[in-house]
């Protein structure tokens, strides 16, 4: 075994999207700093091992004006270039070479943070290191900074270093919150394993594993959509473990997942109900996605009513636009729907006292454990959301170790000039800062465009499922035309939507 220590101004524990984000932000600002990762890619419960897809402020499409800018802007943008047809292993790469760009970032890959350094009363604890085993390699690696972050998602850093955290739903009454429950209790959103299929061309058999559950015995055929075709995120509901804890049961909880998922496949092959002769299995997934954990708590605990009443903090650093989207405890195997969901009138704010320790002085945290209620929670966990946190909380983690103070002493003002410098959205914040040449900048055209028309199409577009278009309009729409073929009698229902 090799003993080492690290030094970096700032230690990033957690590889998803909000940590690499945070990575990217403070090193951009001239900090060093250390990105740990437990598993051996990036991305999180976006990355390949996972597969689940990056949704954030659009949420369903319903705020079309609000996808994402800064740091994952940059991903998104970088990745409809490289990756058009959605490949998870691209995906992967375009994350690593993001993260891999930045000289100041060292990564650790495969390191697994089990051990914490930490001192002072419980109203003032500050951690002054972490130890990480690097698996595979036999290096056993110490990790000393001013400034750490927890980004693991399951809060496992705070928990270690004393800071304050909730687990489970908070009473009605606690947050006067409708869609909280009258009693507390240690219920969580469950986790969910992936498959996908493809044709493989010619007859295939599919033989059932031993564990595979025989799911016509279960109520899962009947409250559920399946189909032969779908795959991938279409089975979100395969979601298990609400009533369990989704850490220390994480084993148990990814058994009835495969169980679960081997048992739809052997309905969709053999019941002779689908059309799946040619269908084989491609990829299952092996570590459960998880969905909640710890939260910690903050100087603020974002709530039900900052969400749907779109409070407009302060000190505003990031903004979401999720619907609350919750789930039954039951998860895949509850008689009611496998989710609800209540949106905001748009975008709502998330403020940068929910993002740093309330007694762990040295501590940000940032993606699905920030400080939030659980019912606020349903919508900040969406990982496009959780990496607009990252990008704020590595900021002010730059400007602490910069300045040499804690997270709670930091300017606001200053945060908010670093952000905007870096391309981050702050809603409703226009830059004050004299160095911005976009204050001076005037914008002209030299000619307007009146009407919007493809006079040639090149190709048929097939209804085979929904279809939309997102069309400017200024200062309104006078008119639509569509041109249609079809080879028989059909009905089309057109919806028009204003998302202003």
């Given at each position: 075994m090799r003993n080492e220590t690290a030094r970096h101004d700032v230690t990033v524990v957690g590889g998803g999207l909000a940590g690499v984000c945070a990575a990217i932000a403070a090193a951009r600002l001239g900090r060093s700093v250390a990105l740990i990762n437990n598993r051996p890619v990036l991305?999180?419960?976006?990355?390949?091992?996972?597969?689940?897809w990056v949704c954030g402020?659009?949420?369903?499409?319903?705020n079309h004006h609000a996808r994402e800018g800064g740091i994952m802007g940059e991903l998104l943008v970088e990745n409809q270039f490289r990756n058009p047809d959605g490949n998870p292993y691209y995906w992967d790469a375009v994350v690593l070479d993001a993260v891999r760009a930045e000289p100041g970032i060292t990564l650790y890959l495969n390191t697994d943070v089990r051990e914490v350094d930490a001192e002072g009363p419980d109203e003032a604890r500050r951690i002054t290191s972490v130890t990480g085993w690097m698996m595979g390699s036999e290096r056993r690696i110490r990790f000393e900074s001013s400034?750490?972050?927890?980004?693991?998602?399951?809060?496992?850093?705070?928990h270690l270093a004393g800071a304050r955290h909730r687990i489970g739903r908070e009473s009605r009454a606690e947050y006067d919150e409708a869609w909280a429950p009258e009693t507390a209790d240690d219920i969580t959103l469950?986790?969910?394993?992936?498959?996908?299929?493809?044709?493989?061309g010619h007859p295939v058999k599919f033989v059932p594993p031993n564990f595979a559950k025989d799911i016509t015995r279960t109520s899962i055929p009947q409250r559920r959509i399946i189909k032969a075709g779908d795959n991938g995120c279409a089975y979100w509901w395969i979601e298990?473990?609400?009533?369990?804890?989704?850490?220390h049961d994480n084993e148990r909880i990814r058994d009835e997942l495969w169980s679960v998922i081997h048992g739809i496949w052997d309905h969709i092959k053999n019941s002779g109900e689908f059309d799946a002769a040619n269908m084989t299995l491609e990829w299952v997934g092996s570590v459960p996605g998880k969905r909640e954990y710890r939260r910690f708590l903050g100087d603020y605990v974002l709530h039900q009513g900052d969400i749907l009443g779109q409070t407009e903090f302060a000190d505003r650093v990031a903004f979401g636009g999720w619907s609350i989207d919750l789930h039954p405890p039951q998860g895949m195997f509850a008689t009611e729907a496998g989710a609800r969901q209540l949106y905001a009138d748009g975008i709502y704010h998330i403020p940068y006292r929910s993002l740093y320790s309330v007694n762990t002085e040295n501590l940000l945290f940032a993606g699905r454990n920030i400080s939030a209620s659980h019912v606020a929670f349903g919508s900040t966990r969406v990982m496009a959301t959780c990496a607009t946190i990252g990008q704020a909380a590595g900021?002010?983690?730059?400007?602490?170790?910069t300045g040499n103070v804690t997270p709670r002493e930091l300017p606001v003002p200053e945060l908010h000039r670093a952000l905007l410098r870096q391309d981050a959205s702050l809603i409703g914040l226009a830059s004050t800062d004299p160095e911005d040449l976009a204050l001076r900048a005037r914008a002209t055209a030299s000619s307007t465009l009146t009407g919007l028309a493809v006079e040639d199409s090149d190709e048929l577009w097939p209804l085979a499922a929904d279809a939309g278009l997102v069309l400017p309009a200024d200062p309104d729409l006078s008119g639509v035309e569509l041109l249609v073929d079809a080879d028989r009698d059909t009905e089309i229902v057109i919806d028009l939507y204003d998302p202003a």
């Open positions: 991305g999180g419960n976006a990355s390949s091992e996972v597969r689940v402020a659009t949420g369903h499409g319903k400034l750490f972050l927890d980004c693991t998602g399951d809060g496992l850093i705070g469950g986790s969910t394993l992936l498959f996908y299929t493809k044709d493989a298990f473990g609400g009533e369990l804890d989704t850490v900021t002010a983690a730059a400007l602490c170790a």
